[in-house]
């Protein structure tokens, strides 16, 4: 009786470590997406590929809706004990996830010297968003910046060199006067320029108070200065490109219609992502320009868009595998690639050096402003308590937008928020 | 009712025989709604229940657990000025939607009811905002409200008015958010009305004829009292609604600019899934909760005792 009990144990045994040897471990991946194009053909053919070349890994890739609904599933499943091996998620959204003990640091992955130069290799802007603590907590994978699209027709029409957009605060506001048509009755029918304010204006803004020379959040995320005098002069030159030059729309600017209202010409001169610049391409039917943003008392722009992230509760083989994938998909040959079919920006200077990429960039040369702007980029405003902080600026800016208060009142009261918000986390 | 009664009116009278028999078919009932009783104790008393308890706790983080704070969350609330704003935009937006949308339903139905060449036509044409999903009609409302080219300020325009920044303006967002809901809601409920005045007999209408009552003494002492089982219906759908309806929110305005079309449930929303704070989260959902089973009860107490049912 005992002889068979072993024997069936020892059976049992055997059958384990036959089907843990047959068995792929499975890596779910959910991503969200944010720009149009066939995005989820895309993915799900990468994880093919890595698939193929990896046996002993099944990446699954889920397409999860928006960022913000892929931070919701990713969460509600972390909290209930199950969260996917990995995601793509807004690296503004690390220190949420680092506080909620949902991620793993990336550093805990990396142990050659390979590894370490693989860390090495991406654009230092688009590390920043991904670091605290000495920790590096998510890689750049689709990431974007802010940039300036004119319309070179418009520009010849005004009377401007339709080859050199403004570059500076000052020539912002007069090329903006030259290009701001009214018709009969006193109705604008195109606007000098265009920044959208709704949804997420503390983005654009950014832009502003880059230049202006202030930095909103410091690097820990436990403090803010949306009342510094240079945050205020820059929300200020924003109100009055609108209230005092008559140049820009006024109110609230919807983010969705400013790259339908430059393709209908109702905007000579627009700021918003570069990964709108596929979607404009398609559809201009005139000539426009791609540039960096007009500098202030130094030239600046925030960078965006999402990082790569492994979970906690993930086991460690999964982890591993999720690992090798980030690698797998940010080689320079697949960042080229991912950057020419979605106007995202590539995310290590290698890319850049890719045949692919340098032939679509001698093509069509707006596709490098956004590398170029890299080194003048600052990281997003992201916090503790991220989305209430940032919160507290959109609501100042866009009261300050609208008139219901001044500029200087509605960043006081923004920062009375934030540091009411930020207080737990000042130990 | 029936069961209940038999068994403790009059105890005495029953022999025990009688009173096993009485107690199985009790049994046999709960048994049946046994199936129903389990769903709605788990998707519906129990998070209800278990929502007031998490409200009492802190929002637990990463390595800290929620412990009880009492009503520190409540305490929260009074103080927070965007739940009042919420809190009064959603009094405005359920005050215009509301009588709205029911006067436009009861209209519009009135009107297909008439025996009248396209009458199909003018029904689905009716109906259509009803079938198709918020989030995409919100995206395209967008391009309606938007400055310059969007069609309610090409119409403008051509009538000599100023444009207008109809979502980005504190002033007006809110009203052309709500018009957007009264837009989906109207033909939603003039398919409940038109059912009704279907069911009516034709015997009033020719009575009223033959007395020659106008029509709109027609509507107001015979077809409206007749409807008001429906009106009754459509308004607690209405009410539920006015709490309810949030998509277009996050799509056309986020609740800008400023909080200015901010709705209670909006916020909620913000609260539990985008800030992460449960604690919070949990006494909005007790206020909300709170606030429906209020006018519901109200609704049911004391409308429905003045409603003439046949």
Not at chain 2, 175 to 189: H, L, Q
Request: proline share 6%; charged share 15%; with cysteine.
């Amino acid at each position: 009786m005992k002889h068979m009990l072993s024997r069936i144990a020892l059976m049992t045994a055997g059958l384990c470590t036959s089907a843990a040897v047959l068995a792929k471990t499975d890596i779910s991946f959910y991503f969200p997406v944010a720009v149009g194009g066939p995005i989820t053909k895309t993915i799900d053919q990468y994880a093919a590929d890595f698939n193929k070349e990896n046996a002993d890994y099944n990446v699954v890739p889920v397409y999860s809706g928006t960022y913000q609904e892929t931070i919701v599933k990713v969460l509600t499943a972390h909290k209930s004990g199950k969260p996917p091996t990995a995601a793509i998620l807004l690296s503004t959204d690390t220190f949420t996830l680092a506080d909620e003990d949902a991620i793993s640091p990336i550093d805990s992955f990396v142990k050659t010297d390979v590894d370490r130069e693989w860390l090495k290799s991406f654009f230092p802007a688009f590390m920043l968003n991904g670091q605290f603590g000495n920790k590096t907590w998510g890689v750049p994978f689709q990431r974007s910046t802010v940039v300036l699209y004119w319309n070179k027709d418009a520009f010849k029409e005004a009377g401007l060199d339709p080859n050199t957009p403004p570059k500076t605060w000052a020539e912002t506001v007069s090329m903006g006067q030259k290009l701001t048509k009214k018709d009969a009755s006193g109705n604008v029918n195109q606007w000098g320029i265009q920044v959208p304010s709704s949804g997420f204006p503390y983005w654009l803004f950014q832009g502003f108070s880059t230049q202006s020379g202030a930095i909103l959040a410091n690097a820990e995320g436990n403090k803010v200065q949306y009342d510094d005098p240079k945050v205020i002069q820059a929300l200020t030159y924003w109100v009055e490109l609108s209230r005092k030059h008559g140049i820009h729309p006024p109110g609230v600017v919807e983010w969705g219609t400013t790259p339908r209202d430059f393709l209908e010409k109702k905007a000579a001169m627009i700021w918003t992502t570069t990964g709108n610049l596929t979607n404009i391409r398609a559809n201009a039917k005139f000539d426009f320009g791609v540039a960096m943003l007009p500098a202030g008392t130094r030239a600046g722009s925030p960078t965006g868009g999402g990082n790569f992230f492994i979970f906690k509760k993930a086991t460690t083989a999964e982890q591993e595998g999720a690992y090798k994938f980030a690698k797998w998909l940010t080689q320079p040959a697949r960042a080229a690639q991912w950057s020419i079919d979605t106007g995202y920006v590539a995310v290590s200077p290698a890319a850049y050096e890719t045949p692919a990429l340098k032939k679509y960039a001698a093509d069509f040369p707006p596709a490098l402003v956004a590398r170029d702007q890299l080194p003048f980029a600052v990281a997003e405003l992201s916090t503790h308590d991220n989305q209430r902080v940032t919160k507290a600026l959109n609501d100042g800016l866009q009261a300050a937008l609208t008139g219901t208060k001044t500029p200087e009142q509605a960043m006081k009261d923004a920062q009375a928020e934030a540091t009411r918000l930020l207080r737990p986390f000042q130990k | 009712m029936g069961l209940t009664s038999c068994l403790f009116d009059k105890p005495d009278a029953l022999g025990s025989r009688q009173l096993m028999q009485t107690l199985r078919l009790q049994i046999y009932a709960y048994l049946l709604l046994l199936p129903a009783f389990i769903f709605l104790v788990g998707f519906t008393h129990y998070p209800a229940l278990a929502t007031l308890f998490d409200s009492l706790m802190s929002t637990p983080r990463g390595s800290r657990p929620a412990v009880f704070v009492g009503l520190d969350n409540y305490q929260g609330m009074i103080e927070d000025p965007i739940f009042w704003k919420s809190l009064v935009n959603n009094f405005w937006f359920a005050l215009a939607t509301i009588p709205i949308s029911i006067a436009l339903s009861i209209t519009m139905a009135l009107w297909v009811n008439d025996k009248m060449t396209g009458r199909q036509f003018l029904r689905m044409s009716y109906f259509l905002p009803t079938v198709l999903p918020m989030i995409a009609v919100a995206n395209i409302w967008i391009f309606f409200y938007t400055p310059g080219y969007g069609l309610i300020n090409q119409v403008l325009q051509a009538f000599g008015f100023a444009g207008q920044n109809w979502l980005g303006d504190p002033t007006l967002v809110l009203g052309s958010v709500t018009v957007v809901a009264i837009w989906k809601e109207a033909g939603f409920f003039m398919i409940f009305y038109l059912a009704a005045l279907q069911g009516l007999s034709p015997s009033y209408k020719e009575a009223a004829a033959l007395e020659g009552a106008s029509s709109w003494y027609f509507f107001r002492r015979v077809q409206w009292p007749l409807l008001m089982p429906t009106t009754i219906f459509v308004l607690v759908n209405a009410l539920i609604n006015a709490f309810r309806m949030v998509d277009h929110i996050i799509v056309m305005t986020k609740g800008g600019p400023d909080n200015a079309s901010s709705l209670l449930l909006f916020y909620l929303y913000e609260v539990g899934f985008k800030f992460w704070d449960q604690g919070y989260a949990s006494a909005l959902t007790a206020v909300l909760l709170a606030l429906l089973a209020f006018v519901g009860l109200l609704q049911f107490f004391v409308l429905d005792r003045r409603t003439h049912y046949r």
